[in-house]
């Protein structure tokens, strides 16, 4: 009666048998505080095979430590499927620890039947009867299957289940019983509430979040909306959400404060001047525009200007309007303009529809045109070698993002990833300054694929600094390759230590290695490594390189907004490592 009692005990409340010492200790001899204290165990002859396979300290510090691993030794017994398994008596004499044990007979599932397990029960959880026919029975893993039918039960509106043995029966140490489950009653959301200093719109929250009035209950979906919110830059989470149920209902609070999101900063270059003599300088510049969240809807805009070098300019804008017609999608509108000096003039506008999932991640889709022409200032040679050409270029991909970092402005520990994929079609557009029997020999249309990819990883060294991993390229592949077709690297947001778009490459890859050490929650030291690849697949001019960068910088707050300093050398064949080709860069970030 004792041992199925015991048994019945472990089956019904379903906890992992935690090991009790019983009996008494009897005190022996006086023993200093730090003598080492030896342990020996007493068992049965049945019961001597089975502790001769387990591993245990024979020597232990002191007496406490020996008890622990007694404990260690029944509980793992326990586990094992020896249920019984029990120190009957243990005391100290001398500098030894004698312990009277108990093993008993292994328990075996004769049976664990399907009591009431619907369909999608038995997928969700795993469970098969031929899983649990004369195998030992360990409670670890009776209470992990427990657990997957619980997680199911929750995540598809009943956090109220529960799940129990039914129609036990043990003969022989073999239990056969019936497993049950009881959903009580279906919980739905009713409501969706912000709670702090945040204009955030309830509305636009239910839709991110994807928690819908009259949807079932999910409490998988409640933990990582805390998480998709830390991706969001204009809000910050104070406190983990609540839920509170009220009979079949369910309503969620959110605890939310406004982050100062929105941007405006400008960044000063000065780098030297290659077509000037002397040592003349030359300025080039940045601004930025952001407003985020506009009037707590989450809609954002974002504007751009670079002047990356003399008569080069790059303007950059974007749109993201979340909830779509009431859905959970995200459309986005992209332009980039790029005037390369007299050269070549490129705009390139993008449309894409953007969906949120709840791990972390947003897939898009979208749709790029690329109109790239040759200003009349070109020079014909260049024309004539292949180096330019007009072209139109429409293209389809997906993109992919997954971001779990912990700060969205100054991380310091965590993931970020950004893979995308597109294909094509590129015409080339016929130039007047050519002869009409110059094209007969290209093909004027053909199929292009690009990849490209961003990969973070943010390593929390200590309290205060934290080390950056990145690795950055795209590839771009097309039988027929131009200048104004190629990936521009180089400056402040890719290889540092060179000048803005320095290197034309169809393809490139860079690594980067960065030490923060932070001074204040927003404020940091920075020192640098970053080593790339590029190549260029021009017909006319192959070239391919392994330049580098180095160098170091400050980022602090001030009352104005965040400022910023990166002084850098780069190496490559083009330029050599030297204090006279260092750049500096500088600016600030108003956030308001």
Known sequence: MYKIVALVWCLLFCLPVVAQVQ????????????????????TSEEDAPTLRKYNYAAILPDSAAARQEVQNLVYQLQQDAFLLASADSLYLRNDTLHVKLHIGQAFKWAQLRNGNLSEGILVESGFREKFYHEVPFKP????????????YAERNGYPFASVWLDSINIEDNKISAALMVEKAFVVTYDSLQVLGGSKTKPKFLMHYLQLYPGQPYNQQQIE???????????????????????????????????RQANQLDGVVGFLPDPTRSGNKLLITGEASLNIRNIKGTGKSIGLQWRRVN???VILNGEYLHPNLLGTPFELGAKFNLLKQDSSYITVQPRLQLGYYTLKYSKFSVFNEWRNSRILSAANPQQLQNLDLADARTTTYGLNYRWNNL???????????????????TKTLLRNPDLEKSFYDTLDLKTNQLSISMRLENFFRLGKNSALLTRLQGEALLNDQIFLNDMYRIGGLSS?????DYFFYASSYAVGTLEYRLFTAQ???????????????????????GFPLGVGGGISFSTG???????????????QPLSFKYSKIHFGITSKF
């Open 140 to 151: 670890a893993e009776y209470v992990k299957l427990q657990q997957r039918i619980l997680d």
């Open 495 to 499: 290889l540092r230590g060179f000048d």
């Open 23 to 42: 009996g008494e200790t009897h005190a022996g001899s006086a023993m200093p505080a730090q003598q080492k204290v030896a342990l020996r165990f007493y």
């Open 560 to 574: 104005a907004g965040i400022f910023q300093l990166v002084y850098s050398l780069g190496k490559s064949e083009q």
């Open 224 to 258: 990582a909306s805390q998480r998709m919110l830390t991706a969001l830059p204009y809000i910050k989470v104070t406190r983990p959400p609540q839920v509170r149920f009220a009979r079949d209902k369910a309503r969620v609070y959110y605890f939310l404060e406004d």
């Open 310 to 312: 003399k008569g080069s």
């Open 522 to 544: 927003d404020s940091y030291v920075l020192l640098f490594y970053d080593q790339g690849y590029y190549r260029s697949d021009l017909k006319a001019s192959l070239a391919s």
């Open 406 to 424: 912990d700060d969205f402005y100054f991380p310091r520990r965590g993931r970020s990833v950004e893979l995308q994929l597109a294909a094509g």
